[in-house]
């Protein structure tokens, strides 16, 4: 999950680094839509801002939890939570 993520992140960022390029008029031979040439700039900032907010507010988290089983003189089992860890992965702050 955090490969993935941080996959999109930078593919989320490419694109809006194309468009952005694209908008201040160096020709790049993969994006050949004209109506992009007259809205490049606001275009391509934006997808890099949704990149950037991808990047920041985007928590990846694993939680593992730890059971306590017990059983009594009826053959009943009876589990009972006994911990819980949520782990981080990733620059993040609390």
Partial sequence: MFFLKWLLVLAVLAAGVLILLSGLGIVI???KYQGLEAHGLPIGLGICVIG???AAFWKISTTTTITEESGDSFGR???RIVKT???YFGP???
Wanted: without cysteine.
């Fill in 29 to 31: 031979p993969i994006i």
């Fill in 92 to 94: 993040h702050r609390d």
């Fill in 77 to 79: 089992f009876f589990r």
């Fill in 85 to 87: 860890q949520t782990k």
């Fill in 52 to 54: 950037v907010a991808l």
